[in-house]
Every structure is written in C-alpha cells, then in structure tokens.
C-alpha cells in the first residue's frame, strides 16, 4: 500500500499532468509522467516482498524494574530468492521498538537482539511483531504480522530490609508437626525409609527391632508465618507513593522468604501468594505485584478482617499510602489475632507515624527512605 510518500507523489502526478495538459506546458507534463514512473517502479518492487518465518524470545522472562531485557528474533528466509533488507516492528506496552534486518541469503538464517524496556514495573505483552517492506524511494510499503505473542514480567524495585517482625526469638529446637518442611535439624518422629532417603538418618536400633528400614524424620521446627498485605485502594496515593508501596511490599516479602519463614502476601483486591520454605514463593510473590494496580473500587484496609487466620502464630506487615484515618481505625481491632502488627505509610510529605494501640508505625516518601527507617527501627 503507498504510503503518505506515495500518496504525496500520486497526488503530485496528478496536480502536473493536468496542469501541464491545462497550459500545453510539456515540462509540467514529464514531472508528471517521472512521478508515475517512480510509483510503477515502488510498485514492481513489492513484488520481490521477502517471505519471512520468525521467532521471538524474551531473555530473561523476569526482570526487576530497570534491569536488562532482551528481545530475541531469528528471522528464516524461506524463499529461493535473497531478502532485501528490512525492518521489524515491536509491540510493547504501547510502545514501539525498531528492528533492522540485514539482507537475507536463500534458506539462510538470522539472529538479532534488542533491549526492551523495563522502566515500568508491569506485566507486558510483547507483539504482534510486523516486518514491513518498503521500496528504495519509500513510496509504498508491504508488512506481515506475527501475531506470536512473549510476555515480560518487570517485577517491582526490591531494597534490602529486615523481615517484618514477630517480637519472637525463632528458636531451632522449638515445636515441630508433620507439616513443617523436611530437612531441617530438630527431630520430629521415626518413620520408614523411602528411596532417596539420606542413609545417614537411618535408625540402626529400630531398624533391628521392627525388621523394616527406619529412618529419622527431622523438620524445620515451627515458625512464625508472616503476612505482608498491601493496600490497593488508590485514595491514599499517588503514582509516586504507590510504586514505592508495591517496592517496600516486595520487599518485605523477598526478606521473609530469603529469612526462611513461611509467608502469605496479600493485596487488599484480593490477590494471594503463599510460600512454605525458602525461594519457593519468590516468583508467585513478585508476579502478584508485578501486576498490582491501585482502583478506586478496591476495598482497601477494609478487607483486613477477613484475611485474618485462625492461626495465632502469624506477624502482619500492611503497607499502604495516606487513607483516612477512619480507614486506620480497623487496624488496632486486628491486632489481637497476630503476633505483631506493623504500619508502613508512604506519604509525598514528612508526616510523623499515626499513632495507632499496639501498631509499630512508620512513615516514608521514598523505598529508599522507608528501608533506611525501617531497618532501623526493627534492629533496636
């Protein structure tokens, strides 16, 4: 199809052939006709249109906010004539980006990177990819879609900070049960062996006496779970202070997961991620919030007394912006079901904590602020 180059020169045809046959003006008239021929010449061009397969890769697939992504195109040529050179164009969060193609060999293959941008924390659809092929003068231009799609998880700015606290000593030799995780140290029970077990832990003396090989179940002893909850209504932010909340809440869950506890991560619109044992909940964890966004519609704080658990063994952190303190007001009626309860506010201003009966508060403009304080204030 021409494109507004083309549509220019058409136009112009026009205006001097009519013109130069208007006034008997020949010079007028062969303008006219050099644009034509220019025109039928973009057109036979089209013709030689590359026929093009491609794949696209997303390396890595997650990355924090700000760390390198790559796209990855590897263009085939699969007719029996050489390519011309070419351009593709990516879709990415209404973005575009630019890929120049070499002239291809028949049957011949090439491989090409580009970054994507990961200044946005998001969930991003890559694609459809369109590889356009326009003539020399760039008069008219032919493109094929790819309709594949690759998704790029820009997971939330982390900081290092200290977990949310439990105002317990975690205690290696302390209770255990048969659904603490395997692996650990304090010994729970005797049970028989499985292959794969460690022949290490093998119990020698009930071995002899049952006649069945016995083995040492030993546990990671009972620790205290930790919730970390952020609020997704957006009346107490703004763009700002709720990006900085979703850091600090990614943050908070990373230390709890990389300290060993079992966490649940909650967003007041509902959202839930768990982890059991180490690392295993880092990638659910950081794709939650990946995706988080702040709606007027979200129930915020308000959706604090249905997540509470009939375990008495939990420390709650609730990350959230500047509501109304009426909103607040919800908090120091939770308490009683959790361990600790800590507040981190993110405001656009220097405001001192809330005070709130039996909540550890804290206020913050910046993530950066907030780690600073909050390490602080949990290592006293």
Same mark, same amino acid.
């Given at each position: 199809?021409?494109?507004?180059s083309g549509?220019?020169?058409?136009v112009?045809a026009?205006v001097?052939?009519a013109?130069?046959?208007?006034?008997d003006y020949?010079?007028?008239i062969?303008?006219g006709?050099?644009?034509l021929a220019?025109l039928?010449?973009?057109g036979?061009?089209?013709?030689?249109?590359p026929?093009?397969?491609?794949?696209?890769?997303?390396?890595?697939?997650?990355?924090?906010?700000?760390e390198?992504?790559?796209?990855v195109?590897?263009?085939?040529?699969e007719s029996?004539?050489?390519?011309p050179?070419?351009?593709a164009?990516?879709q990415?969060?209404?973005?575009?980006?630019?890929?120049?193609?070499?002239?291809?060999?028949?049957?011949?293959?090439h491989?090409?990177?580009y970054?994507?941008?990961?200044n946005?924390?998001?969930?991003?659809?890559?694609?459809?990819m369109?590889?356009?092929?326009?003539?020399p003068?760039?008069?008219?231009?032919?493109?094929?879609?790819?309709s594949a799609?690759s998704t790029?998880?820009v997971?939330?700015?982390?900081v290092?900070?200290e977990p949310?606290?439990?105002?317990?000593t975690?205690?290696m030799?302390?209770?255990?049960?048969?659904?603490a995780?395997?692996?650990?140290v304090a010994?729970?029970?005797l049970?028989?062996?499985?292959?794969?077990?460690?022949?290490r832990?093998?119990?020698?003396k009930?071995?002899?006496?049952?006649?069945?090989?016995?083995v040492?179940?030993?546990?990671?002893?009972?620790q205290p779970?930790l919730?970390?909850?952020?609020d997704?209504?957006?009346?107490g932010?703004s763009e700002?202070?709720?990006?900085?909340a979703?850091?600090?809440?990614?943050?908070?869950?990373?230390?709890?997961?990389?300290?060993?506890f079992?966490l649940?991560?909650r967003?007041?619109?509902?959202?839930?991620a768990?982890?059991d044992?180490?690392?295993?909940?880092?990638?659910?964890?950081l794709?939650l919030?990946?995706?988080?966004?702040?709606t007027r519609?979200?129930?915020?704080?308000?959706?604090?007394p249905?997540?509470v658990?009939?375990?008495?063994?939990?420390?709650?952190?609730?990350?959230t912006?500047?509501?109304?303190?009426?909103? &607040?007001?919800? &908090?120091?009626?939770?308490?009683?079901?959790?361990l600790?309860l800590?507040?981190?506010?993110?405001?656009g201003?220097?405001?001192t904590p809330?005070p709130?009966?039996?909540v550890?508060?804290?206020?913050a403009?910046?993530?950066?602020e907030?780690a600073?304080?909050?390490n602080?204030?949990?290592?006293?």
């Open positions: 199809m021409p494109t507004r549509v220019a020169t058409a112009s026009a001097l052939l013109l130069g046959w208007l006034a020949p010079e007028l062969a303008l006709f050099a644009a220019a039928a010449v973009a036979a061009w089209m013709v030689l249109r026929d093009l397969s491609a794949v696209r890769e997303v390396r890595p697939q997650r990355v924090s906010e700000g390198k992504a790559m796209g195109i590897t263009l085939t040529n029996k004539r050489r390519s050179p070419i351009l164009t990516e990415l969060a209404n973005r575009e980006v630019q890929v120049p193609i070499p002239s291809l060999a028949a049957g011949s293959e491989t090409t990177t970054y994507l941008p990961t946005r924390r998001g969930i991003h659809q890559v694609g459809p369109s590889i356009g092929h326009t003539d003068l760039r008069l008219m231009r032919v493109g094929t879609v790819f799609f790029l998880y997971h939330p700015r982390l290092t900070v949310v606290p439990t105002g317990q975690r205690d030799d302390g209770p255990t049960s048969s659904y995780p395997q692996g650990g010994f729970h029970s049970r028989e062996y499985v292959p794969g077990d460690d022949w832990l093998i119990h020698w009930s071995t002899a006496r049952t006649g069945q090989m016995m040492r179940h030993n546990v990671v002893p009972n779970r919730m970390v909850v952020l997704t209504n957006s009346l932010y700002q202070t709720f990006e900085s979703v850091s600090a809440a990614a943050s908070l869950a990373i230390a709890a997961i990389r300290g060993g079992p649940e991560l967003t007041t619109s509902g959202g839930v768990a982890s044992r180490a690392y295993d909940g880092a990638v659910p964890a794709d919030l990946a995706a988080a966004k702040a519609d979200d129930p915020g704080l308000t959706a604090l249905g997540m658990s009939t375990d008495d063994s939990v420390a709650l952190g609730v990350v912006g500047t509501p109304d303190p009426r909103v &607040l007001s919800v &908090l120091p009626t939770v308490r009683r079901h959790f600790m800590s507040l981190i506010q993110f405001s201003r220097h405001n809330t709130l009966n039996g550890v508060s804290l206020t403009r910046t993530v950066e907030f600073d304080a909050w602080k204030l949990v290592r006293k």
